[in-house]
């Protein structure tokens, strides 16, 4: 009796806070609907839109064909949401060899580098120079390199249509995972990110930019 | 095999005259509790009853046992056997957490409820008289014999041969010898015990064993606790301190191979 | 003005009130005239309440040691928002079972006689000398909030250099007593009905421990969203209830598994009061949240992982009132109801320490994550841009 009197108790005081709160016209948090919100993604506009006959790789490039053996290569919009002020750093020489796995380019943030890696074997056939490269709308109309790749495995290192969207979806998630784990370093973020659920964009890209080794080895590897 | 002085309490002999409860009182300054003494229960003023089954009496106290449960859980050592066998306590130490209480198997120790000061009260053996050689209160009280006093090895055989001559008198038992690792107060009867008010199927092994076997594997948690923690810091600290090198090296390694020639072309 | 906010009253702030001067006056009672003028325990019945709650308030703190050694140990650094809550939950929980004690023993001024006088045969000793231990811990793994505060770099960097031994040492102590306060139980295999009583009691304790613990967690970082209107980490919580989900249906194969190698599944059948109250403990505790929990929607669902941490916390509720007081009763002769004294102490003190978490969080930066969410709110509206200082 006695038990169930104790659990009777704490259920009550539940129940009649839940009361208290209706009276003052608040919700419970947790019978909030901002349930989609919260899981969705972090990042404003990462509705995700990929083109048709684009490949994403793992370490967030895609890749379009052009004609046989030949394809264009650009950022996904992950990677472009991750950073807002990045720029580009190097880029491979046409006519050099790459192999899966090198650095295709590379990109400066802040003052540190970031490797992007190639998802394929190929020459490099030309680059891209008339665009301005460092201000990026649309990452699946702006190309950076034409490369003429030997061979594609494409079922195993590539990603296509919805697969690719589901994906790119839960790299945001993970992504948010990744910036409210390294949040808890408060003497290096200082303040913090949240605002009413969502983590500051520029914020969180500080944090980023911050563990730009772990994101790298968290979100760019091949 | 075993030392020391205990009580054999017969109930055949016993006629509920209530002598041995007005000594225990008298002996220990304790004030009356009831006006029927077959009544009363065990209480801090009341250390021994005579409990009344139909024509048969049946005398309740402290069993001593030999490895206590109180002396055991006593998280102070405010319990502890003397040199007669008796589980004596010592209220300076004591701090009233009552573990005691809850883990006597007997149900014996009593509270002082009522004071702020409290002790827990059980008997104990009437130990200043022993020292001085005398009876318990009780035995000498007892006009009987029902309530007998003496060396425990005696009272175990004097037990067996009443039990061996008497065999249709007796139940074929010496309650308080065997349970709960056996104790000081010994009690033989004619039914089986249960029906007396006694505390029925009691293992025969003492009760602290059962916390022994799992405060036993406390050192082995500690060591493998530790081990494994510090092990799994090591490890995992290990693994990203590496990971974290590797990538510098790779970085520092390409950067002087490739940087100018890109650097260029840019 | 705004020191003074914490006087407007409220529902809550008046409630709070009025528990508080009842358990004042009933402290006062329990002092002056003793256990017995104030409470309704008796002679086979040497525990109550208060013990209880003991074993309430130490097992809901057992996330202090889960999520440290998680962050700590184990790298997994996704929880360290968290492990600030976990520790300062686990302190004002292990302050309030200490109160209780104090309160619960009837001698509290010999309450120092542990330290002195030695038993280590006694399970209550072992546990004693643990939740010492596991205080300093605390307090040890606590400071470095409390430093930051005052900007005292190097007493903290002091501390970060013996951090690891101090999270090695606070699991151990912690899996140590947590299992013993199952351990004090082994002796009294007579007392304690076979619904409960096992061999394997400390285990028990100890399994179930986590899952409430990590319940508390999620309840509380909802109980601090409702008070300082801050956000829920769905992320973070929803990897806990994962944590939860496991532990829970290792926790029911185990009591299974044990069930059958016993014979006990016999008392199942017998109608009784325990038997009731073991289905509903059962139920509500493991068998309802782990079907909640094992569907990843409602896992990543706040409502339902609100609705999930109650189960699991009202079930161990249930378990531990179940072995100090239902599982005890039959034995001990007499039903056994708390006292207006017990209750009222026992209320006071629960909301004291939800008051000092309330202080403490709102003084100290633990729900590190959210605590300057205004502040920058604040920021961004004044400057309306999207660029944000990075303050130190």
């Known amino acids: ?222 | 095999m075993l030392n020391g002085k205990g009580i054999l309490f017969d109930v055949t002999l016993c006629i509920g005259c209530g002598a041995c409860y007005q000594a225990c009182k008298e002996e220990n300054d304790l004030p009356n509790t009831n006006k029927e003494y077959l009544k009363d229960h065990l209480s801090e003023n009341t250390l021994t009853i005579v409990e009344q089954y139909g024509d048969k009496y049946a005398r309740k106290l402290c069993m001593h046992c030999n490895e206590p449960s109180c002396v055991s859980v006593c998280p102070v050592g405010s319990f502890k056997k003397n040199e007669f066998g008796a589980v004596i306590y010592d209220k300076n130490k004591c701090i009233g957490c009552r573990y005691c209480m809850q883990a006597c198997p007997h149900k014996v120790p009593r509270y002082e409820w009522g004071k702020t000061q409290p002790r827990v009260r059980k008997c104990n053996l009437c130990s200043k008289r022993l020292k001085e050689g005398k009876l318990t209160a009780c035995a000498e009280a007892c006009p009987t014999e029902a309530t007998l006093f003496g060396d425990m090895e005696k009272l175990i055989e004097v037990a067996n041969s009443r039990l061996k001559n008497n065999p249709t008198k007796y139940y074929q038992h010496i309650y308080g010898l065997e349970e709960a690792g056996g104790g000081h107060v010994l009690v033989i009867s004619p039914m089986p015990f249960e029906q007396l008010g006694y505390t029925a199927m009691l293992p025969d092994k003492p009760m602290p064993e059962l916390t022994m076997r799992a405060m036993e594997k406390i050192p082995s948690v500690v060591a493998a606790g530790g081990i494994f923690l510090t092990t799994m810091y090591w490890l995992t600290k290990r693994k990203n301190q590496i990971a974290r090198e590797e990538k510098k090296q790779l970085f520092k390694s390409e950067n002087r191979n490739n940087g100018n020639k890109y650097h260029e072309e840019l | 003005m705004k020191s003074y906010d914490f006087l407007k009253p409220s529902f809550w702030k008046i409630i709070s009130a009025i528990i508080i001067i009842g358990g004042l006056y009933s402290t006062y009672n329990r002092f002056a005239h003793g256990l017995g003028a104030s409470t309704n325990l008796y002679d086979t019945g040497p525990w109550g309440l208060w013990i209880g709650f003991d074993f309430l308030g130490v097992g809901l703190a057992a996330a202090g040691f889960t999520i440290a050694a998680t962050v700590h140990i184990f790298n997994i650094h996704k929880f360290e928002p968290i492990v600030r809550p976990a520790i300062l939950t686990a302190f004002i929980g292990y302050s309030l079972v200490v109160c209780l004690l104090i309160v619960d023993l009837g001698r509290p001024e010999n309450f120092w006689h542990p330290l002195i006088m030695w038993n280590v045969h006694s399970v209550m000793f072992e546990i004693t000398w643990c939740i010492i231990c596991y205080s300093t811990v605390l307090t040890l793994e606590f400071a470095p909030v409390v430093l930051e505060k005052y900007n005292l770099k190097k007493p903290i960097r002091i501390l970060k250099k013996f951090s690891i031994g101090v999270v090695i040492a606070g699991v151990i102590f912690s899996t140590l007593h947590q299992s013993s306060f199952g351990s004090l139980y082994l002796i009294v295999p007579g007392r304690l009905h076979p619904l409960w009583y096992s061999s394997l009691l400390p285990v028990h304790f100890f399994i179930s421990c986590i899952g409430a613990g990590l319940s508390m967690i999620i309840f509380e970082s909802f109980l601090n969203a409702r008070a300082f209107n801050t956000s829920i980490r769905m992320n973070i919580l929803s990897g806990l209830a994962f944590a939860i989900l496991i532990d829970l249906i290792l926790e029911f194969i185990l009591k299974l598994t044990e069930f059958i190698a016993a014979g006990k599944l016999i008392y199942l059948t017998i109608p009784s009061t325990e038997a009731y109250l073991f289905y509903l403990e059962v139920f509500i505790g493991t068998l309802l949240p782990v079907y909640i929990l094992s569907n990843k929607k409602l896992r990543e669902d706040r409502k339902w992982l609100f609705i999930s941490s109650v189960l699991v916390i009202s079930g161990f509720i249930l378990d531990r009132m179940n072995v100090s007081i239902t599982g005890v009763a039959a034995s001990s002769g007499k039903n056994y109801f708390p006292s207006f004294d017990e209750i009222s102490i026992t209320l006071m003190l629960v909301v004291l320490a939800i008051l000092a978490f309330r202080f403490v969080v709102k003084n100290f930066p633990v729900f590190t994550g959210e605590k300057s969410l205004q502040i920058i709110g604040r920021e961004r509206s004044a400057k309306n841009s999207k660029q944000l200082i990075v303050s130190e």
């Open chain 1, 1 to 222: 009796m006695v038990a169930l009197s104790v659990v009777l108790t704490f259920l009550f005081v539940i129940l009649i806070d839940m009361l208290v709160l209706k009276f003052q016209g608040k919700t419970h948090p947790a019978f909030e609907n901002s349930f989609v919100e919260d899981t969705v993604s972090i990042f404003d506009d990462a509705k995700i839109v990929i083109p048709k006959n684009m490949f994403l790789s793992k370490s967030h490039i895609w890749l379009k064909k052009l004609s046989k053996g030949l394809y264009q290569i650009g950022i996904d919009n992950f990677l472009c949401k991750s950073f807002t002020n990045m720029s580009f750093n190097k880029f491979p020489e046409p006519g050099n060899k790459l192999k899966f796995g090198d650095a295709l380019f590379e990109y400066r943030v802040g003052n540190k580098t970031l490797k992007i890696l190639s998802p394929v074997d190929g020459i490099v056939s030309s680059i891209n120079k008339t665009e301005s490269r460092d201000k990026i709308i649309d990452p699946y109309s702006q190309w950076q390199v034409i490369i003429q790749a030997e061979r594609i495995d494409a079922q195993n290192n590539f990603l296509s249509g919805k697969k690719a969207a589901v994906w790119i979806k839960e790299e945001f998630k993970r992504l948010e995972d990744f910036v409210y784990a390294h949040s808890g370093n408060t003497e290096l973020v200082g303040a913090t990110m949240y605002d009413g659920g969502k983590p500051v964009e520029s914020v969180a890209e500080k944090i980023i930019e911050n563990y730009l080794e772990d994101f790298e080895k968290e979100f760019l590897k091949l």
